[in-house]
């Protein structure tokens, strides 16, 4: 790794010399995601995890510059990765006071630093030297990740948005169709349908976006839930439901077309957890009509989950039609609905351009956007 500027850090176990740099060959990332599988490979082998990698880092999403791959190495060893993080291509729309507009963005992900060098301020020299990436050569506007650790990146430039959820106990025995008789007609979606579906999606967000009562001097973003970034976490989970335990889900979501609305859905097979990727709100109904909507095709995503014997389904920051359409559930058929707070995991966090801190509204704020 020549002309890389080693890094020292002092701490009382003594001194650390260690480089940044991205690693662009297959060696250096093979080498990056070795250390990753110790902590989010733990359900996959290490052949499983790397062919993974390899799998998701050919996808359109990613391809090219879309997925790159950060690490800190030992100065004197620069085959000995001690810590490292990726990011992956966001398309981000904001507006505020200068208008609305569609700008490069990141998701950061798998920050791991490995555990033998753990409390030495790695963590803190990787997410540094990645800010300076971002506001530099990176050209992001905005990155967002997905804290695992509570708070602990706010003190790293990345500030915490909002982290609620609902989650469904998917029933024994889901609702009838003759039960669900009265409720607006609705079918179910194949890959074939996600890609003009999300351009929909794109162009109803963007006259959203221009329609939002925006209070002065706050900002309103979000990464638009365009077809590879979506067909991206589908192929994730087909591959680890493959490997797993064999077996695939062909069913992506579910649509109303009178209503203009639908949701695409997230088998995650070997945690028994169905997660609502992304829910596209009806347009243009009253809220009665929207309420049973959105209540018709929650209970097709319970049918879809009964059907995998999937325990419990999840819906990331749900506003108030989709609280109107579980409400629905529950008082028409019993259906179990908690509302929480996640205090830990997968709490969206974001950092503007230089370190920018201004108030933010992340709105869509939905699975969709995870990596």
């Not at 010399?17 to 082998?45: C, H, P, Q, W, Y």
Request: proline fraction near 5%; charge should be negative; include cysteine.
């Amino acid at each position: 790794m020549a002309g890389h500027r080693p890094i020292t850090i002092e701490d009382p176990r003594g001194s650390l010399a260690v480089i940044f740099f991205e690693a662009t060959t297959r060696e250096d990332r093979i080498r990056g995601s070795k250390l990753a599988n110790t902590a989010f490979g733990k359900s996959l082998s290490e052949e499983s995890y790397l062919e993974r990698e390899d799998y998701l880092a050919d996808l359109p999403l990613a391809r090219g510059t879309g997925w790159r791959w950060f690490s800190l190495a030992l100065a004197d060893n620069p085959e000995h990765v001690v810590a490292m993080c990726k990011t992956l291509h966001r398309d981000l729309l904001i507006r505020d006071s200068a208008g609305m507009r569609q700008e490069q963005g990141y998701c950061i992900c798998s920050v791991i630093t490995d555990s033998r060098y753990r409390g030495r301020g790695l963590a803190t020299v990787l997410m540094k030297n990645i800010a300076e990436w971002l506001d530099g050569p990176g050209g992001a506007a905005a990155s967002t990740l997905y804290s695992d650790v509570g708070d602990y990146y706010v003190n790293r430039g990345w500030d915490m948005c909002d982290a609620f959820q609902s989650t469904i106990t998917v029933p024994p025995t889901p609702p009838s169709r003759d039960q669900r008789a009265k409720l607006p007609e609705t079918r179910i979606l194949t890959v074939d349908d996600l890609p003009h579906l999300c351009e929909r999606d794109v162009e109803s967000i963007k006259e959203d976006f221009q329609n939002h009562d925006l209070a002065p001097g706050t900002t309103l973003v979000t990464a638009l839930p365009i077809a590879n970034m979506v067909n991206w976490q589908q192929k994730r989970i087909c591959f680890m439901n493959a490997k797993l335990l064999g077996k695939t889900a062909e069913s992506k979501g579910s649509i109303c077309e009178s209503a203009d609305a639908w949701m695409y859905w997230y088998h995650d097979l070997h945690h028994r957890k169905l997660i609502i990727q992304r829910a596209k709100l009806p347009k243009d109904q009253s809220d009665d009509v929207a309420t049973e909507v959105l209540a018709q095709l929650l209970l097709d995503a319970l049918e879809e989950a009964a059907k995998w014997d999937i325990q419990t389904m999840t819906i990331w920051n749900p506003g108030p039609e989709l609280h109107r359409g579980m409400t629905l559930l529950s008082e028409e058929f019993g259906i179990d609905v908690l509302n929480e707070k996640r205090e830990v995991a997968n709490i969206p966090c974001i950092r503007w351009r230089g370190g920018e801190k201004k108030p933010t509204i992340l709105q869509p704020n939905e699975f969709y956007s995870w990596c």
